[in-house]
């Protein structure tokens, strides 16, 4: 059949249309569409630089048909493939993108298998067209993710990672960098993040001699660190504070129960907040690792012979750092390298300090670590040096020590807390925390003045040695378990009536006061406080002395009064401190016994959380909370953590007026405000009267005085004699 004025030939989108729709009736047109197109490709052949339009028109018109005429398109395909394979640096750009979509068009209908699509494509990151490598780049990753959509095909995915993997190693370097974000891509979107991909990228990325393919991989090691955004939650569902304070329930408020109540909240939403908070993992990459130890190794090898970029080094410096505190490595020669590096004019002097700390953890000898401490405290905590040089390095030093807590001296330690009354607040305010940290996990390297009061849960602390593992067999504070939930109010008085009793007829023997029971006490002012804390360490101090005294009690009988009473308060301090001692082993008993017997509810875990709110709590007199500055170390250590510095604001007239001016930009002109329609015309008088002299209104002034109460009686009592005499 013979169409008499047959446009179909020139307008390919209408014949596509009409062929979807009638595959059988347009057999005659597809044909000669199709040796059209095996026409325009040998001619094509003869000169392959040029862009040919026609053919770029005809053989997506053959893609977009392919699946109505399968057996007639059967080798159209590798007839593409052919083309790109033969000619794939000398296409023209476009030519070349044109038949990369025609082939992903037949790759959607299956024409193509998924790996020879894709090892085409990998083959073409070659050329030298970075709009094409893009346009790859972005099509395998969709491909890659949309076959493992519904259900991994290992063996697929096996085949391709084995075939990029080998791509990491070509010489090209444009392939291979791809073929690496590629794969970075994949293990972000969850496609391929097994140890598989993790540890070619460690094997074969990080050690390239292509530099931009190594800072890839370490990038990816790095991970994505982003700031952490910390809620706040306010929410009520927490540890109720009046449960470790029952005996404020029945008590007048006052100022020092208000703070107290505060104080308690803040513990209890502390360890809630810590309690409730996921672990975040920034850098999830370096747990696939199979071999860490060998792999820090060489890369700090490589690191110590290479010429790369400061930059380049310390990202390295940086996966190291992050290897040893994560996998608790040994890797002695790092520690001396970065000694050599810790000095104040060193450039990013604050992330080696960094690299330092997160290279630090509990089994690194103190003997090894000992070159960065002193390198820190003699390059950074001198008085020669700035005090935010000092700060830092202090502040360093407790990053340091929050992951290894033997990694200074007595000496040192002591040496460094003494610039706690430093003249420079930031310099102080490091010092303190330094000494905050020591308070909570090894106090007894503090000096006595610096251990602070002791609470139930200092005295459950032990002196760790190298390698001792902190365990528990129990669950802590649950011993509260076996306390009654609910105490009535004249249960209470009795049994506060009976605790004065008893200390009154029986003075000399200690009273022991269940923890529950005892109210809590707050001073109101730090020198209260200070001066219990320095009258308890004096008299600990002299214990030794005191008990030979006491030993000799009758070759001496003359003693005064003061003497009497130093040696009774000794006697008290002693026997409580060994009842703490008691108590405390009483109650791991207890707690170890329930943990046995007992399965843990909700209720029961609330009560026990209380229970280790006021062990923080119970004896401590510093309006500070206990809790609020304890150091958490985390795996990766916050740049922010040591770049902490308190600067004091400037009050010069240049400070002052800039902070006036910097709070007046968004805010409304202040003052009188003028609302003329016309500023030309005149002001009313009282207007004008602002601006005259003094002198010139003050008669007017007067009348502005506050009368006095005999002045009122008088105008008052005239007033009423003129209404008398109106009527």
């Known amino acids: 059949m013979v169409r008499h004025n047959n446009q179909l030939p020139n307008n390919l989108t209408q014949l596509q249309n009409l062929i979807k729709r009638d595959p059988e009736s347009y057999k005659e047109e597809f044909n000669q569409q199709l040796a059209h197109f095996e026409t325009t490709l040998e001619i094509f052949n ?68 998924p790996f020879d699509l894709l090892e085409l494509f990998f083959n073409l990151l070659k050329c030298q067209d970075k709009h094409l490598r893009e346009f790859l780049k972005t099509h395998i990753i969709t491909d890659i993710k949309n076959m493992n959509m519904k259900h991994k095909d290992m063996k697929f995915n096996s085949t391709l990672q084995n075939f990029m993997f080998s791509m990491l190693r070509n010489s090209d370097a444009k392939a291979a960098k791809l073929s690496l974000d590629i794969l970075i891509e994949l293990y972000h979107k969850n496609i391929w993040n097994d140890q598989k991909t993790v540890n070619i990228i460690a094997d074969i990325g990080c050690f390239s001699k292509v530099t931009k393919v190594m800072v890839a991989s370490l990038k990816f090691f790095l991970g994505r660190d982003e700031a952490e955004k910390e809620e706040n939650s306010d929410s009520e569902d927490e540890v109720d504070p009046r449960d470790t304070m029952i005996a404020n329930k029945f008590n007048k408020k006052t100022r020092k129960r208000d703070k107290m109540v505060e104080k308690v909240k803040k513990v209890a939403k502390k360890l809630k907040k810590k309690k409730e ?56 020669n790092y520690y001396p390298f970065i000694a050599r590096l810790l000095l104040p004019h060193q450039r990013e002097v604050t992330r080696i300090l960094q690299f330092a700390a997160q290279a630090s953890h509990e089994l690194v000898p103190a003997e090894i670590i000992e070159p960065v401490m002193r390198a820190i405290a003699n390059n950074f905590i001198t008085e020669r040096n700035s005090t935010d040089v000092m700060a830092v390095g202090l502040n360093a030093v407790r990053e340091i020590c929050a992951r290894c807590p033997l990694a200074i001296t007595e000496d040192l330690l002591r040496d460094l807390v003494q610039y706690k009354n430093y003249k420079e607040k930031s310099v102080m305010m490091a010092a303190r925390s330094l000494i905050q940290l020591y308070r909570h996990s090894m106090p007894t390297l503090l000096h006595k003045k610096d251990r602070g009061r002791p609470t139930e849960a200092s005295l459950e602390l032990k002196t760790k040695k190298y390698g001792d593992m902190d365990i528990k067999d129990y669950v802590p504070g649950s011993e509260v378990l076996l306390e009654k939930k609910d105490i009535t109010e004249d249960e209470k008085k009795k049994k506060k009536g009976n605790k004065k009793k008893g200390n009154e007829s029986d003075s000399d023997d200690w009273v022991d006061v269940n923890s529950d029971e005892s109210e809590i006490d707050i001073s109101d002012s730090d020198e209260d406080s200070d001066d219990g804390e320095e009258e308890e360490e004096e008299v600990v101090e002299e214990e030794e002395d005191n008990d030979e005294d006491a030993g000799s009690e009758d070759n001496q009988p003359e003693r005064n009064e003061a003497n009497i009473d130093n040696v009774n308060t000794r006697k008290t301090l002693k026997a409580k401190r060994k009842l703490n001692k008691e108590d405390i082993a009483e109650k791991v008993e207890t707690a170890r016994n329930i943990a046995m017997e007992t399965i843990f509810t909700d209720d029961d875990f609330k009560r026990i959380d209380a229970a280790q709110v006021k062990k923080h709590v119970s004896g401590v007199k510093r309006n500070k909370s206990v809790v609020e500055d304890e150091e958490e170390s985390g795996e990766l250590v916050q740049l922010s953590a040591i770049e902490n510095i308190h600067k004091k604001r400037k009050h010069d007239k240049h400070a002052r007026l800039e902070s006036v001016l910097k709070g007046r930009e968004e805010r409304n002109k202040f003052g009188y405000k003028d609302r003329r329609k016309n500023i030309h015309c005149s002001k009313t008088n009282r207007e004008k009267r602002k601006t005259k002299n003094y002198q010139m209104v003050k008669h007017k002034a007067k009348g502005k005085i506050k009368r006095s109460f005999k002045d009122k009686q008088i105008a008052f009592r005239n007033y009423l004699i003129k209404q008398k005499k109106m009527k």
Do not use: W
């Not at 052919?82 to 024409?111: P, V, W």
């Not at 920034?282 to 060998?294: D, I, R, T």
């Open 46 to 113: 003869l000169n392959p630089t040029q862009y040919n339009k026609k053919l770029d028109e005809q053989s997506m018109f053959l893609a977009q048909v392919a699946q109505c005429y399968l057996d007639d398109m059967k080798f159209f395909p590798q007839k593409i493939i052919d083309i790109l394979k033969s000619h794939n640096t000398t296409l023209h750009n476009d030519m070349r993108l044109a038949l990369c979509k025609c082939l992903i068009l037949l790759r959607n209908k299956n024409f193509i298998t």
């Open 277 to 332: 908070k996921a672990p975040v993992f920034n850098f999830s990459a370096l747990h696939l690792l199979n071999n860490p130890q060998g792999f820090a190794e060489k890369l700090f090898k490589l690191m110590e012979s290479s010429n790369e970029r400061f930059e380049v080094k310390l990202m390295c410096l940086d996966v190291i750092s992050r290897l040893i505190g994560l996998h608790n490595l040994f890797l002695f």
